[in-house]
């Protein structure tokens, strides 16, 4: 546990060092205030023509700014997520720091828990970031603060399981550009995955839609959580921390 | 403290390391001689527990490297031979960092660092940015990350390459002063290197082991006898071969004559003088004034360059026959 946060600790510390994690926090704070405004200013005039035709809206901020704010955040997050991986292990291969993790007294996956979570950490930042415009929110009126929770739970859970895919897709590569471009084609096709359900109902359809990531989150921006999704982003994260470690292991057999 | 067994290391298209057998006994320092490609850095990592070897065994300070590689790695400071440093740390921090992976902890890892930092001289630059440091500076911080946990072996890759001549003197120097504490296998290619600061030599070519001796004997057979090969032809009829010996024994300054073979009318000898003596110019007029043809006549073996290169060629030769 404690070599997962000595590794965690230099990762969060070489994402400050650089200019990329004030670049990802200045980038986020951008769009996700442009959503917050379109959402709050969309909410504001239903609201006044509510009055004004006198027929009543349900004026639910929840419904009509957290949630689409939320939903936003999640697909704005498959953009951030292959620039926050892609360097995590090809840049440790490219200049062969690997070699100095490996021969130390610290096992593979303490190594890969320690990278993925300060990805996670990292990720968490950028996201808090945006909490700013949520705290305005309840400033000025009395929104639901559960199911925000848990349209936050839901961003990190779907953060961590593509930030597991981009770990493993970082480890299979020395060059950063290739692990990043990769990392962002998966998390595009695990993005549009679900629109083969609009126009299929087959079986295979309902798989394909099931793979989809957003499908998943959808249910966590209404503030329900549903075990199927919860298992889903789990063996997702599992899934990408087992392949890393393979990749991580068969470097040992081939190099 | 290292023991290596029938180690053998296959790619997926060649073999790096074939079969190569040596031991390397506590304190003592081991320079791994080998040409560009001969399998040392492939040696070494499989001795940090980088990779696992394809066949045979290898212990570290009795542990081994497949069963339990936590313990060795633990016993083991590696030096890669591009010294592993993340550029956006200051020196002082990485070591920290490095300190904190190999398992230390708290005031004795304070002092570890201070203690490193002094010995390799890296001191003044200790809130410096890494990426911002010379190259020598950099292999020095290389060489206190490598220390750090005073390991029992160290394992350095090309500890010199790519240094000035005044750096390469400082960490030889250093390398010499951390031998007693620490059992030392260090690669190069610089055959005066060997010379200076090792006890004992591993020549290693095409992946295998071609000699192992101490660096005092092979440079006994540098500085001290000379060894000369003859080759000695009749003009007319068949020679006599004791003659030709006794004749040969008479030079001055031969210690030992040696028959090595007759080919025809033409016998072959190795001549060893006494010490310091050079007999080349006595062997070819005794030759000649005795009404013999001489052939050949070359030294075998003056220097460990000689030796090096005698010994990794033909061994590349043999390879390209088969």
Redesign the interface.
């Known amino acids: 546990m404690k070599n997962i946060l000595v590794i965690a600790a230099k990762e969060i510390n070489s994402y400050f060092r650089s200019p990329i994690a004030y670049g990802l926090m200045a980038f986020f704070a951008l769009i996700a205030g442009y959503f917050f405004w379109f959402s709050t200013a969309f909410f504001v005039q239903r609201g006044m023509e509510s009055q004004m035709t006198g027929r009543s809206f349900p004026m639910d901020v929840n419904e009509w700014v957290i949630r689409p704010v939320l939903s936003n955040i999640s697909v704005i997050g498959l953009f951030l997520i292959p620039m926050i991986t892609m360097r995590l292990f090809a840049e440790e291969k490219r200049s062969g720091t690997i070699e100095l993790l490996v021969t130390s007294p610290i096992r593979d996956w303490e190594i890969i828990l320690g990278k993925w979570l300060a990805a996670l950490l990292m990720y968490a930042a950028i996201l808090a970031v945006a909490l700013v415009n949520m705290l305005i929110l309840f400033a000025y009126g009395s929104p639901d603060w559960k199911p925000m929770l848990i349209g936050y739970l839901g961003l990190l859970l779907q953060g961590g399981a593509l930030l597991a895919l981009g770990t493993f897709i970082s480890n299979t590569t020395r060059n950063q550009i290739v692990a990043g471009v990769a990392t962002f084609a998966i998390c595009l096709l695990l993005w549009v995955l679900d629109w083969v359900t609009s126009f299929e109902t087959a079986a295979w359809a309902k798989v394909v839609g099931y793979m989809s990531v957003l499908t998943h989150f959808e249910p966590f921006s209404k503030g329900v959580i549903d075990t199927k999704d919860v298992v889903f982003y789990l063996s997702l994260i599992f899934l990408g921390l087992f392949l890393t470690a393979r990749s991580l292991e068969s470097l040992r057999w081939r190099s | 403290m290292i023991k290596v067994e029938h180690l053998t290391k296959r790619?997926?298209r060649n073999v790096a390391v074939n079969d190569i057998s040596f031991e390397v006994e506590k304190g003592q320092i081991v320079g791994f001689l080998g040409p560009n490609g001969a399998g040392k850095t492939t040696t070494m990592?499989i001795l940090?527990?980088?990779?696992?070897p394809s066949d045979g065994s290898a212990q570290v300070a009795g542990f081994d490297v497949i069963q339990s590689p936590?313990e060795v790695?633990?016993r083991?400071g590696?030096l890669?031979?591009?010294p592993?440093?993340?550029?956006?740390?200051e020196v002082s921090e990485y070591l920290l960092?490095?300190g904190?992976?190999?398992?230390l902890g708290g005031n004795e890892l304070k002092r570890r660092v201070d203690d490193v930092a002094g010995r390799c001289a890296v001191g003044d630059v200790r809130n410096k940015l890494i990426s911002k440091l010379s190259k020598g500076y950099r292999q020095r911080v290389g060489l206190a990350?490598a220390i750090l946990h005073n390991p029992e072996v160290l394992i350095l890759d090309e500890p010199t390459s790519g240094l000035d001549p005044k750096q390469i003197i400082e960490t030889r120097e250093l390398i010499q002063q951390l031998s007693g504490d620490h059992t030392i296998i260090l690669s190069t290619h610089i055959l005066p290197e060997v010379e200076q600061i090792c006890q004992k030599v591993i020549i290693i070519a095409q992946g295998k082991v071609v000699a192992t001796d101490s660096v005092h004997n092979l440079t006994n057979r540098m500085r001290g006898s000379e060894t000369v090969n003859v080759e000695v032809e009749s003009r007319n009829g068949p020679l006599e071969l004791t003659s030709v010996q006794q004749r040969l024994e008479q030079v001055a300054g031969v210690s030992r004559v040696l028959h090595k073979e007759t080919r025809d009318s033409r016998l072959t000898f190795e001549v060893e003088s006494l010490q310091g003596r050079v007999i080349r110019p006595e062997i070819a007029r005794a030759v000649v004034e005795s009404g013999w043809n001489l052939n050949e006549l070359h030294t075998a073996a003056i220097s460990l360059e000689e030796i090096f290169l005698q010994l990794t060629s033909v061994d590349a030769a043999k390879e390209a026959k088969q």
Request: aromatic residues 18%.
């Open positions: 790619y997926a990592r940090t527990c980088f990779m696992p936590m790695k633990r083991v590696y890669p031979e591009t592993p440093l993340y550029p956006e740390m960092f490095v904190k992976l190999k398992g990350q």
